[in-house]
């Protein structure tokens, strides 16, 4: 074996005060380095993807163009590409940790065609730097040097290409080695990719960034950053705190915040984090950033302003009173910039906009108020007016008032429901392309041609359930990604049950480290908006082969429990894969109907004999019932331990076949939807419990920290001023005064008090139980000692992790040997972090979604004509000029302003109408009050009130929802809506939205029966033929109907719906 070459690399570095350093470093080259091209020869030890053989050429980038343009060499059409050790050490030293993790995961990456190489270690390839040789034309002749090296190594089998930006540099090389081209980046794309116009829009863009970035001003904005020696050094003395960047949603332009993480024992004024005021003190942070600050001195500490903003982003700067002074200070460096894609709006233009070089510089308008406007160098300004388009920040120097960036691609007008929906899928980092081919090919077939069937390996090795066991599933109506279902029945004569909670045996068709498992990784959880729902898996996992479907055989991973049949309590535990046939798959509200010994038609039991049907249906019902009892009895148990019954707000919009909005329905609450989560909930404390043992130091479980003291001062506060106690010192003591915490007058009251204790709660999350102490692993809202999730494979990617742990302390049990090394917790810690990064993007565009289609619901509405329009809320906060109320028709919450810009207030009349007066308002702790000449009017937490909802719309950002006091009194309780054309309705019926949803499910049935018979009937009728008019109520005319079935009481609507059906 040949020895390795010893030479010296002399780098000059900074000392912790700042002084400059020449350290010498010996440096060893070897012949033998790796090449990753499937062409080599030369018996490489290539370990890991290789670069295919069959392209024309190879490309590599030069330094400034990883460094500058690494956006474009992440195109999943550019193959063959090989990035240099020097040009990935440039992109660490000059882009930071992000970017270079960024490459360092695209290397990875065996979607993308790409490879490193070690070209600084590799003998003939490295190229020691000369005298006086600056550092940039040394890095462009390494790079040249490892280009020439490839194309000798491969025994000029493949002509390689390297691209620079430096024109310098295609002069210097371009003709000095045959089979080594070098070209400019512009002329590589329009010689090779002339039809990729995304990449040619990007490299124009980025290109004028970066002209744009030499021609800044040189007068200063910002205070410079400290050097990351002295950031280090005062971080550890106490002097400066480190922390994340929280810009205030609603008052982005003067109000941030950085939580301090682990001060807040040392320093109790530290315990609500730093305040920072004002931008100037931002010093070019942006929402989001790592960030260290220092301390004001206590004389300049400032509090938050408590009075409700005008609408996000519109602040004024008068005085306004400000809650009491906190820990205030300013930013004084960066330690990681955490930037990503931006949704900006170009506003219209105004003619103030500079102009160079056939390009305008415009700023663009970010969607989300956090961020601050960024300058874009365009010369499509005037085309993409009023359109929404992907940015990337490049830079903010401290010469300038804003960053600089670079526009990615257009997403279309602002306003349009696919823009809407595509920015805010962006603003949360959220990626979802089509499965590529690759993937699909993984995929096993089911089609009628070739339908698919059971290994008979498989079968010889799992537990049959199929003739021994009634399997059913429990979902909501239309569900097609079926992840789990149940089995009960009574065993040992009649002495015991056996509970089985049966799951989609996802991991035996997704084998670790495939590119589907790859993407699932990535994605991490299914995405579920209003409208469309974006799937973890391929559509032939998610809606065929994993979902248990009924009246077909399935793999599946099950848990089974043997229980005392008297006192409940387990007997013994078995985990395994599993054969089931589901016999029936219902849905939450033919279940309950069940349950309640309701008629109720069960669609497998259609087609047998009554006297057959009937036996079967009890055996159903008889299974159903067990089920709930043993669900009663476990959720009394957890109840014991001090489990919450936390509530959300949770509100779907109703769409028809052309997606418009029919109606917002809030969920209906069903004991069966109990029932099933606490099953679900049982198997995966019993999985958390068996890897957790198996597996002390790298299992993947989910904790639920106890939430802040402070966190619950809201709820404490609202529950005092309506006379109830809350007692926040342990779960138990919550979940109990919450349960005390009734108005018998007013069921609404209990659920805004548990609405605020959700808020309150801390974020579960999963981790490696190698990173924590046991004690750590409770879960608090569950009252449970260890928790895992194990019943969704389908739609989390943490419960596939769960269930490989599962396969894994199986065959450890079995004494069989795994068959691939366990992950360790450092990397099963990784991989927890991201999935609770995109837990937490999958749910806030859930709500923004949500949001999105509650405002288009009103948009088209006049608010002061339509009756949708006018509503009863809750007051559920008070706030120095207004409350914030909770609409639970349309599960909206939103703030009701008491005074408006002008100064006047909210006056209300004797008959309830509210009007503007001048006059002036007082707040109290539960309570606030109005003075004009009129009188005084005053508003109490918990009272209800009629407000009148419409939209609040800007091009550049979302649109909310406003909500305007029409009267003090409840809505429907004889108050009229001041100076409104609004007639007071009547008592709106128990049950509105569930009617909207029968009249749109009517309608729906009709539509799919005229189809059916117009599939059967020979020919058209004349009405038909001549004017395309059908004779029966269609679609539209039904849906209609809504608006006016929405005014009438039950039993006039039932007969209308009687007689459209």
Same mark, same amino acid.
Request: aromatic content about 6%.
């Given at each position: 074996?040949?020895?390795?070459?010893?030479?010296?690399?002399?780098?000059?570095?900074?000392?912790?005060?700042?002084?400059?350093?020449?350290?010498?470093?010996?440096?060893?080259?070897?012949?033998?380095?790796?090449?990753?091209?499937?062409?080599?020869?030369?018996?490489?030890? &290539?370990?890991?993807?290789?670069?295919?053989?069959?392209?024309?050429?190879?490309?590599?980038?030069?330094?400034?163009?990883?460094?500058?343009? #690494?956006?474009?060499?992440?195109?999943?059409?550019? &193959?063959?590409?090989?990035?240099?050790?020097?040009?990935?050490?440039?992109?660490?030293?000059?882009?930071?940790?992000?970017?270079?993790?960024?490459?360092?995961?695209?290397?990875?990456?065996?979607?993308?065609?790409?490879?490193?190489?070690?070209?600084?270690?590799?003998?003939?390839?490295?190229?020691?730097?000369?005298?006086?040789?600056?550092?940039?034309?040394?890095?462009?002749?390494?790079?040249?040097?490892?280009?020439?090296?490839?194309?000798?190594?491969?025994?000029? %089998?493949?002509?390689?290409?390297?691209?620079?930006?430096?024109?310098?540099?295609?002069?210097?090389?371009?003709?000095?080695?045959?089979?080594?081209?070098?070209?400019?980046?512009?002329?590589?794309?329009?010689?090779?990719?002339?039809?990729?116009?995304?990449?040619?829009? #990007?490299?124009?863009?980025?290109?004028?960034?970066?002209?744009?970035?030499?021609?800044?001003?040189?007068?200063?904005?910002?205070?410079?950053?400290?050097?990351?020696?002295?950031?280090?050094?005062?971080?550890?003395?106490?002097?400066?705190?480190?922390?994340?960047?929280?810009?205030?949603?609603?008052?982005?332009?003067?109000?941030?915040?950085? %939580?301090?993480?682990?001060?807040? !024992?040392?320093?109790?004024?530290?315990?609500?984090?730093?305040?920072?005021?004002?931008?100037?003190?931002?010093?070019?942070?942006?929402?989001?950033?790592?960030?260290?600050?220092?301390?004001?001195?206590?004389?300049?500490?400032?509090? +938050?302003?408590?009075?409700?903003?005008?609408?996000?982003?519109?602040?004024?700067?008068?005085?306004?009173?400000?809650?009491?002074? %906190?820990?205030?200070?300013?930013?004084?460096?960066?330690?990681?910039?955490?930037?990503?894609?931006?949704?900006?709006?170009?506003?219209?233009?105004?003619?103030?906009?500079?102009?160079?070089?056939?390009?305008?510089?415009?700023?663009?308008?970010?969607?989300?108020?956090?961020?601050?406007?960024?300058?874009?160098?365009?010369?499509?300004?005037?085309?993409?007016?009023?359109?929404?388009?992907?940015?990337?920040?490049?830079?903010?120097?401290?010469?300038?008032?804003?960053?600089?960036?670079? /526009?990615?691609?257009?997403?279309?007008?602002?306003?349009?429901?696919?823009?809407?929906?595509?920015?805010?899928?962006?603003?949360?980092?959220?990626?979802?392309?089509?499965?590529?081919?690759?993937?699909?090919?993984?995929?096993?077939?089911?089609?009628?041609?070739?339908?698919?069937?059971?290994?008979?390996?498989?079968?010889?090795?799992?537990?049959?359930?199929?003739?021994?066991?009634?399997?059913?599933?429990?979902?909501?109506?239309?569900?097609?990604?079926?992840?789990?279902?149940?089995?009960?029945?009574?065993?040992?004569?009649?002495?015991?049950?056996?509970?089985?909670?049966?799951?989609?045996?996802?991991?035996?068709?997704?084998?670790?480290?495939?590119?589907?498992?790859?993407?699932?990784?990535?994605?991490?959880?299914?995405?579920?908006?209003?409208?469309?729902?974006?799937? %973890?898996?391929?559509?032939?996992?998610?809606?065929?082969?994993?979902?248990?479907?009924?009246?077909?055989?399935?793999?599946?991973?099950?848990?089974?429990?043997?229980? !005392?049949?008297?006192?409940?309590?387990?007997?013994?535990?078995?985990?395994?894969?599993?054969?089931?046939?589901?016999?029936?798959?219902?849905?939450?509200?033919?279940?309950?109907?069940?349950?309640?010994?309701?008629?109720?038609?069960?669609?497998?039991?259609?087609?047998?004999?009554?006297?057959?049907?009937?036996?079967? #249906?009890?055996?159903?019902?008889?299974?159903?019932?067990?089920?709930?009892?043993?669900?009663?009895?476990?959720?009394?148990?957890? !109840?014991?331990?001090?489990?919450?019954?936390?509530?959300?707000?949770?509100?779907?919009?109703?769409?028809?076949?052309?997606?418009?909005?029919?109606?917002?329905?809030?969920?209906?609450?069903?004991?069966?939807?109990?029932?099933?989560?606490?099953?679900?909930?049982?198997?995966?404390?019993?999985?958390?419990?068996?890897?957790?043992?198996?597996?002390?130091?790298?299992?993947?479980?989910?904790?639920?920290?106890?939430?802040?003291?402070?966190?619950?001062?809201?709820?404490?506060?609202?529950? /005092?001023?309506?006379?109830?106690?809350?007692?926040?010192?342990?779960?138990?003591?919550?979940?109990?005064?919450?349960? +005390?915490?009734?108005?018998?007058?007013?069921?609404?009251?209990?659920?805004?008090?548990?609405?605020?204790?959700?808020?309150?709660?801390?974020?579960?999350?999963?981790? =490696?139980?190698?990173?924590?102490?046991?004690?750590?692993?409770?879960?608090?809202?569950?009252?449970?000692? $260890?928790?895992?999730?194990?019943?969704?494979?389908?739609?989390?990617?943490?419960?596939?992790?769960?269930?490989?742990?599962?396969?894994?302390?199986?065959?450890?049990?079995?004494?069989?040997?795994?068959? @691939? =090394?366990?992950?360790?917790?450092?990397?099963?810690?990784?991989?927890?972090?991201?999935?609770?990064? @995109?837990?937490?993007?999958?749910?806030?565009?859930?709500?923004?979604?949500?949001?999105?289609?509650?405002?288009?619901?009103?948009?088209?509405?006049?608010?002061?004509?339509?009756?949708?329009?006018?509503? !009863?809320?809750?007051?559920?906060?008070?706030?120095?000029?207004?409350?914030?109320?909770?609409?639970?028709?349309?599960?909206?919450?939103?703030?009701?302003?008491?005074?408006?810009?002008?100064?006047?207030?909210?006056?209300?009349?004797?008959?309830?109408?509210?009007?503007?007066?001048?006059?002036?308002?007082?707040? /109290?702790?539960?309570?606030?009050?109005?003075? =004009?000449?009129?009188?005084?009017?005053?508003?109490?937490?918990?009272?209800?009130?009629?407000? $009148?909802?419409?939209?609040?719309?800007?091009?550049?950002?979302?649109?909310?929802?406003?909500?305007?006091?029409?009267?003090?009194?409840?809505?429907?309780?004889?108050?009229?809506?001041?100076?409104?054309?609004?007639?007071?309705?009547?008592?709106?019926?128990?049950?509105?939205?569930?009617?909207?949803?029968?009249?749109?499910?009517?309608?729906?049935?009709?539509?799919?029966?005229?189809?059916?018979?117009?599939?059967?009937?020979?020919?058209?009728?004349?009405?038909?033929?001549?004017?395309?008019?059908?004779?029966?109520?269609?679609?539209? =005319?039904?849906?209609?109907?809504?608006?006016?079935?929405?005014?009438?009481?039950?039993?006039?609507?039932?007969?209308?719906?009687?007689?459209?059906?």
């Amino acid at each position: 074996m040949k020895k390795m070459k010893k030479t010296e690399k002399i780098l000059h570095l900074k000392s912790c005060r700042g002084r400059k350093v020449r350290v010498v470093r010996e440096h060893y080259l070897r012949e033998k380095v790796p090449c990753y091209s499937s062409l080599c020869q030369a018996d490489c030890d &290539q370990d890991g993807k290789l670069l295919p053989g069959d392209l024309t050429h190879y490309v590599v980038p030069d330094v400034g163009v990883v460094v500058d343009y #690494l956006e474009i060499l992440e195109f999943t059409e550019l &193959q063959g590409i090989v990035f240099t050790q020097t040009a990935c050490q440039a992109v660490q030293h000059h882009k930071g940790r992000r970017q270079y993790n960024r490459l360092r995961n695209l290397l990875k990456d065996p979607r993308h065609d790409c490879v490193m190489f070690a070209n600084e270690f590799q003998e003939y390839s490295y190229c020691e730097r000369e005298k006086g040789e600056k550092q940039e034309t040394w890095q462009t002749r390494c790079v040249y040097a490892a280009a020439v090296w490839y194309h000798n190594h491969l025994a000029g %089998m493949m002509d390689v290409l390297m691209i620079t930006d430096n024109q310098e540099a295609v002069a210097k090389y371009s003709s000095l080695n045959s089979g080594v081209y070098v070209i400019s980046v512009q002329d590589f794309l329009q010689n090779f990719w002339p039809d990729l116009q995304a990449a040619h829009d #990007l490299y124009s863009s980025i290109s004028q960034a970066l002209q744009e970035k030499e021609s800044e001003s040189s007068q200063k904005e910002f205070t410079e950053h400290l050097p990351a020696e002295v950031l280090e050094a005062g971080i550890k003395s106490g002097r400066y705190i480190k922390g994340t960047l929280n810009v205030s949603k609603h008052r982005a332009q003067n109000e941030a915040s950085i %939580m301090t993480e682990g001060l807040s !024992d040392k320093n109790k004024d530290l315990s609500s984090g730093v305040f920072i005021f004002g931008v100037k003190n931002r010093n070019r942070a942006v929402h989001g950033d790592s960030v260290v600050v220092e301390l004001l001195l206590k004389s300049e500490w400032r509090g +938050r302003v408590t009075a409700l903003s005008e609408g996000q982003g519109e602040e004024k700067s008068g005085e306004e009173d400000e809650s009491k002074p %906190m820990p205030t200070g300013r930013v004084v460096g960066i330690l990681q910039r955490n930037w990503r894609d931006y949704v900006v709006t170009f506003p219209p233009r105004d003619g103030t906009q500079s102009q160079s070089r056939n390009s305008q510089r415009i700023l663009g308008v970010p969607w989300d108020h956090r961020i601050p406007k960024i300058r874009i160098s365009t010369q499509q300004a005037d085309a993409l007016q009023d359109h929404r388009v992907v940015v990337r920040i490049d830079s903010w120097e401290s010469t300038s008032l804003y960053p600089n960036g670079h /526009s990615v691609r257009v997403l279309g007008r602002a306003g349009e429901l696919e823009t809407e929906v595509q920015t805010i899928l962006i603003e949360n980092c959220i990626h979802v392309p089509p499965f590529s081919d690759a993937q699909l090919r993984e995929m096993p077939v089911n089609s009628p041609e070739k339908p698919w069937t059971m290994d008979p390996v498989q079968v010889a090795q799992r537990r049959d359930l199929r003739e021994t066991h009634l399997v059913f599933s429990i979902d909501p109506r239309g569900c097609e990604d079926v992840d789990d279902t149940l089995s009960i029945r009574s065993i040992a004569g009649g002495r015991r049950l056996e509970l089985g909670v049966h799951i989609a045996d996802v991991t035996h068709f997704v084998s670790e480290g495939s590119l589907t498992d790859l993407e699932a990784r990535t994605r991490a959880t299914t995405y579920y908006l209003a409208d469309r729902r974006y799937d %973890m898996l391929p559509a032939i996992l998610s809606a065929d082969l994993c979902s248990l479907l009924g009246g077909v055989d399935r793999y599946a991973m099950s848990v089974l429990w043997e229980l !005392d049949a008297e006192t409940l309590a387990v007997t013994k535990v078995w985990y395994g894969r599993t054969i089931i046939r589901s016999s029936y798959q219902l849905y939450y509200e033919l279940a309950q109907a069940l349950l309640n010994g309701e008629p109720a038609e069960v669609p497998e039991l259609a087609e047998l004999t009554s006297g057959e049907k009937d036996a079967k #249906l009890a055996q159903l019902t008889r299974a159903l019932e067990m089920l709930t009892h043993v669900a009663r009895h476990l959720r009394a148990q957890r !109840d014991r331990g001090g489990a919450l019954e936390l509530e959300g707000v949770e509100v779907r919009a109703q769409l028809d076949e052309e997606r418009n909005i029919t109606a917002l329905v809030p969920r209906q609450p069903l004991e069966v939807h109990e029932t099933v989560a606490e099953c679900m909930i049982y198997a995966n404390h019993w999985v958390a419990r068996k890897i957790q043992e198996t597996f002390p130091h790298q299992a993947l479980l989910r904790c639920h920290p106890q939430p802040r003291e402070g966190f619950f001062s809201q709820l404490v506060e609202s529950a /005092s001023a309506g006379g109830f106690t809350i007692d926040t010192r342990t779960n138990k003591a919550l979940a109990d005064s919450l349960d +005390r915490a009734v108005d018998p007058q007013d069921p609404l009251v209990n659920r805004m008090l548990r609405m605020m204790a959700t808020t309150a709660m801390s974020e579960a999350l999963y981790f =490696s139980t190698g990173l924590l102490s046991q004690d750590q692993f409770y879960h608090y809202g569950l009252a449970l000692d $260890r928790y895992t999730h194990f019943t969704s494979p389908i739609r989390r990617y943490a419960d596939i992790v769960v269930h490989r742990l599962l396969t894994a302390a199986i065959a450890l049990d079995t004494e069989a040997e795994l068959s @691939k =090394s366990m992950a360790g917790h450092k990397e099963l810690d990784e991989t927890a972090h991201h999935i609770n990064s @995109k837990n937490r993007a999958a749910k806030r565009a859930q709500k923004l979604s949500t949001e999105l289609f509650q405002c288009r619901f009103f948009k088209e509405r006049d608010p002061q004509a339509d009756p949708h329009c006018v509503a !009863d809320a809750i007051i559920y906060a008070i706030r120095d000029n207004g409350v914030l109320a909770f609409v639970p028709e349309y599960g909206v919450k939103a703030p009701v302003y008491l005074k408006n810009r002008e100064g006047q207030v909210i006056s209300a009349a004797s008959d309830g109408s509210c009007d503007w007066q001048s006059g002036t308002v007082r707040r /109290s702790q539960d309570h606030i009050s109005t003075t =004009s000449v009129c009188g005084t009017s005053t508003f109490t937490l918990f009272d209800h009130v009629t407000v $009148r909802v419409s939209v609040r719309s800007t091009n550049f950002h979302a649109d909310s929802l406003n909500l305007e006091l029409i009267s003090n009194k409840p809505h429907g309780g004889g108050g009229g809506g001041g100076g409104s054309s609004v007639e007071p309705e009547k008592p709106r019926p128990q049950g509105r939205s569930q009617l909207v949803q029968e009249v749109v499910r009517l309608a729906e049935e009709a539509s799919q029966q005229e189809k059916e018979k117009e599939a059967r009937r020979p020919k058209l009728s004349k009405e038909e033929r001549e004017y395309r008019q059908s004779k029966t109520p269609n679609l539209y =005319s039904l849906l209609e109907e809504v608006r006016e079935l929405a005014l009438l009481d039950l039993e006039t609507a039932a007969q209308v719906c009687a007689t459209t059906a």
